[in-house]
């Protein structure tokens, strides 16, 4: 059974980043299963710190996008918005060039607070970055 609560596809995903962050550091939606979202985001020009690695705030934007989004699938949007009020990260491998690939999934989807897990895989599947977030749910005024 799916947790989600509006049915975007992820061309309506691809539509809603045109001209946000997202798009500029090229992440992809890949897949919406029925309780995870899988992206990638390209190693490049855009997402590399200075000393040729991803950048960790690259990583970190990844995992805020696939949190967002998430929360937002997983909620009536016609009752109820959603906004961050905490995101962490461990750094755990660098990566140099190609993809990365990221799936986010529900830890807790309660009433007025969500906590969701992001992993961060290299293109060998091995964990790059974890990270978790927290969205408070609130009414929409």
């Known amino acids: 059974m799916s947790i989600w609560k ?6 309506d995903l691809k539509e809603k980043s045109k001209n946000t962050l997202v798009e500029n550091i090229g992440i992809e939606y890949l897949e ?18 200075p ?10 934007a990844f995992a805020e996008t696939l949190g967002s989004v998430a929360a937002r699938l997983s909620i009536d949007n016609e009752q109820k918005r959603c906004v961050g009020i905490e995101i962490n990260a461990n750094h755990l491998r660098s990566v140099h060039e190609g993809f ?3 799936t986010v999934k529900p830890i807790n989807i309660g009433r007025t607070l ?7 895989n290299d293109e060998e599947n091995r964990l790059v970055c974890i990270s978790r977030m927290t969205l408070s749910i609130l009414d929409k005024k």
């Open 6 to 11: 509006c049915n975007d596809t992820i061309e």
């Open 32 to 49: 919406i299963s029925e309780n995870y979202i899988k992206a990638r985001m390209p190693v490049d020009e855009r997402t590399r710190q």
């Open 51 to 60: 000393y040729g690695i991803l950048h960790g705030g690259a990583s970190l």
């Open 100 to 102: 990365v690939y990221g």
């Open 114 to 120: 969500h906590v969701w897990e992001i992993t961060i």
